[in-house]
């Protein structure tokens, strides 16, 4: 048997249940509002956002430094120096071949006219002689004003300068100059005369 | 268009998992005006409980991933809405829990029989939200005393003693609107 109690709960319980409410107002667009802010594709671009500009901060130092000179240029200058003359020493080396092969030609024209005279030139030595002090030169003279940093030279060279000797004067000669201040200012002048020198005036 | 016609709930939860608007939106049309309900009984403003509804539904979406499939999508949607109007209650109103009343007085009450003419919504609109809540969560949702104690922060003992305090109140406010009608009709 029910009594009213359970009727009562009952009858609310169904009622709930049952009853539908339309919202009063547009829910949805709401909800997509607030769903759209709370998405993790924000915090992925965000994370692309902050990979990219750490990316490009990183390459852009990386070049800057590359392409700064460096502080070390006394250096270099010996460096370049050194290069060249490495360079003048090992570019002969590289054109002996050809060299050779045409004082081969000349050996040949030489034995043609001369063949009792069997002398034997060596093609080596005679390509080094007479070709190069002619060819190598200028190459010399072109490398040189490659080096970065002109003034940095200057003062190298600057260095190398002799230091002027100072000049000590003899005491003796310093008085004997005070005391003929006269006569020797009459030669500078550059006249010839002949003067006497009274040493036993005062 | 699969699941405006083939209205597959895995189809629909594997949809809502992946995030996707479109199933979402399905969700909502599906459930809004049955949550209100819900969110209704237990916030009497309609603007406050459209509020917890909102706050309830971007819950169910951002969360949707810790749904394991244990139980029903839409009771498991419900209780994030009912959880959700009565953390609305807790920060919003000041909730007093009387002290507790005698077991034995809760039994011995007999009261004529109730027509199911009344409104059950302007009923719980009249209750002190204490009341409210624990009678929601017992009669509606069927949580037991110790659900209720764990949800609410509160005794057992007090869980009962507001329940029965919410159904005598029920009564008195049912019979007070009889007694109106029958003056109104002499």
Known sequence: ?202 | MKLLFGNKKNDLLSLLKKQDPAAQKIFYEQNVKRFLSVSKSYVSDLYQAEDCLIKAFCKIFKHIESFRGESNLESWARRIVVNECLNFIKSHKTVFYLDEINQSFHEDIHEPEIDCDFNAQELLDQLPDAYRMVFNLYVLEGYSHQEIADTLQISMAVSKTQLFRAKEKLRKIYFQQQKKVKNENV
């Open chain 1, 1 to 202: 048997m029910k009594t009213s109690k359970d009727n009562m709960e009952w009858q609310i319980k169904k009622q709930m249940e049952e009853r539908e409410i339309t919202p009063s107002r547009d829910l949805w667009s709401e909800i997509e509002l607030q769903n759209s802010s709370n998405r993790p594709r924000l915090q992925v671009n965000w994370i692309l956002i902050a990979a990219c500009f750490l990316l490009t901060f990183g390459l852009g130092s990386v070049f800057f430094f590359l392409n700064q000179p460096s502080e070390t240029q006394p250096e270099n200058v010996k460096k370049t120096a050194k290069n060249n003359e490495e360079e003048i020493i090992k570019v002969p080396v590289q054109n002996n071949i050809p060299l050779a092969v045409e004082n081969n030609n000349k050996k040949e024209v030489k034995k043609t006219l001369s063949e009792d005279n069997k002398e034997v030139i060596s093609p080596v030595a005679v390509g080094q002689n007479k070709l190069l002090p002619k060819e190598m030169v200028p190459i010399k003279k072109l490398e040189i004003p490659q080096i970065s940093n002109p003034r940095l030279m200057a003062k190298a060279d600057s260095l190398k300068t002799p230091v002027k000797k100072k000049k000590y004067v003899d005491p003796s000669t310093l008085l004997f100059s005070v005391e003929h201040k006269d006569v020797i200012e009459k030669t500078k002048d550059g006249s010839n005369v002949a003067t006497t020198i009274d040493l036993n005036a005062k």
